[in-house]
């Protein structure tokens, strides 16, 4: 297939079809030209500023392929970083968390303070003519964030991180609104799919694979005395530039104001104060919100936040046309009752831990099918469900349509050079 046609996303909504080209799964010079016109113009996520308190507190990430310091600097703001010496190229930074006062690399030992200026140089002497120490700081990317997210972007002519959100930042204060300090917990998981990262991102909420991927799951809530049909009520909304939520009333309760029937007694004079204490600051309508309803929202390319039983943070950074690496954290309040912190971690490792009922079950699916796709005699994927309808409905009522995996190949074409026209190119 040719590079920078118009014939990978076949968008025919109005006739109710949506297909896309299979080998955008499989082609690896489809997937280098996705780094450049995706990965590198886009707001990517690096992370939470609570992972890093104090000034000196860094952690470090590979964000779109590139090796960053998160850290805070001695201004008390967050830097990200590339981690990459001015010298030579090594990473000055070869520890995932930590505090420190400098990075010094361990090649030939230049060394940077936190703010990425360059301060130690040995042989300083031997260097003269136009060298000068303020050119050979560590090099940055733009960083900016919304309610404690912290993002970066490698291209200069991107959009505000403000406007790359758009109606999603509303999903972002849904979460930072929840406590009046939202903290990422100590730990996350990381793991490997042998998987193409926009069928992760297709994934992300997809409602319509949860009946039969995960039903060991709801056999689980039935079995527990939980009516999972309730989860069907709910919406899915294309919030614009590849971004989309779902929005539902999970069976299996909030830790934000709502107990599950589950759940022990004792936690439900707690939630009942939580709950009047957010009508009291936010109002009814948006503590009904909050406390009633689940969520989960995508952030273009590679961000998912699942706001449900417990709040979780999760992103996938593609390695290769086959392969991505996930990580995910999960946020909460500083402070918060024992007893449903736990309640929170326990929910999280059971349904999103990489042990728990629907992780492995997603990694099996999305594995599957990169190997189905070996088959180049199938030539489209189907992303119709609800296309006839959406038009008409952009609220999608239905959990089980698609129209925020629409949304996410409308801008996958639109940033790889295609029209965001439908091409009607079958
Ligand atoms: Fe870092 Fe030489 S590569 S000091
Ligand atoms: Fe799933």
């Given amino acids: ?21 299979t080998e955008v799964f499989r082609d690896p010079e489809i997937f280098a030209l996705e780094r450049q016109r995706i990965f590198d113009r886009s707001w990517l996520y690096v992370g939470h500023e609570s ?28 830097r990200v970083l590339y981690n990459t010496c001015l010298h030579q190229g090594n990473q000055v930074c070869r520890v995932p968390s930590g505090h420190t006062s400098a990075f010094q690399c361990f090649f ?5 303070d936190v703010d990425g200026k360059l301060v130690g140089l040995p042989g300083e002497s031997s260097y003269g003519g136009r060298f000068t120490r303020q050119e050979h700081g560590l090099r940055a990317p ?20 403000a406007d790359y959100l758009g109606a ?25 799919t042998h998987a193409n990262w926009k069928m992760a991102t297709m994934n992300a909420h997809d409602g319509y694979h949860v009946a039969t991927t995960h039903a060991t799951y709801l056999k689980y809530l039935r079995d527990s005395g939980v009516d999972p049909s309730q989860r069907r009520l709910g919406k899915r909304l294309d919030l614009g530039n590849g971004h989309s ?17 589950y759940w022990p007694e004792a936690l439900q004079e707690q939630l009942a104060t939580k709950r009047a204490e957010l009508t009291a600051t936010f109002g009814e309508d948006r503590a009904r919100l909050m406390a009633e309803v689940d969520r989960n929202l995508l952030l273009f390319p590679n961000l998912v936040i699942n706001d449900h039983s417990a709040v979780l943070i999760r992103t996938w950074e593609p390695q290769s046309v086959d392969e991505i690496v996930v990580t995910a954290w999960t946020i909460a309040p500083r402070q918060e009752a024992e007893e449903i912190r736990a309640l929170r971690l326990r929910n999280y490792l059971t349904f999103f831990g990489p042990a728990g009922f629907a992780t ?30 959406e038009a008409s409905a952009p609220e999608q009522d239905d959990n089980a349509d698609e129209i925020q995996l629409r949304a996410i190949w409308r801008r996958w074409r639109l940033d790889m050079g295609g029209s965001l026209l439908t091409a009607g190119s079958r």
Avoid at 55 to 61: A, M, S
Avoid at 245 to 261: D, K
């Fill in 245 to 261: 939520a779902s929005e539902f009333f999970g069976a299996w309760g909030r830790p934000v104001a709502r107990w599950a029937a």
């Fill in 142 to 161: 733009r960083v900016a964030s919304h309610r404690g997210f912290v993002f970066m972007c490698c291209d200069p002519g991107t959009e505000s991180l």
């Fill in 51 to 78: 992972e890093v308190e104090s000034p000196g507190d860094f952690v470090c990430r590979s964000v779109g392929g590139h090796p960053v310091i998160m850290v805070r600097g001695k201004d008390e703001s967050v």
């Fill in 1 to 21: 297939m040719g590079i920078g046609t118009d014939t990978w996303v076949d968008d025919a909504a109005d006739d109710g079809i949506f297909k896309v080209n």
């Fill in 360 to 389: 492995p079950d997603d990694i099996e699916a999305l594995e599957c099918v990169q190997r189905g796709l070996r088959n180049q005699a199938m030539q489209w994927l189907d992303v119709s469900k609800g296309a006839a309808t």
């Fill in 108 to 112: 030939h030992g230049w060394t940077y």
């Fill in 168 to 192: 999603a930042a509303a999903y972002l204060d849904l979460v930072a609104d929840q406590a009046e300090d939202m903290v990422v917990l100590p730990g996350s998981h990381r793991y490997t």
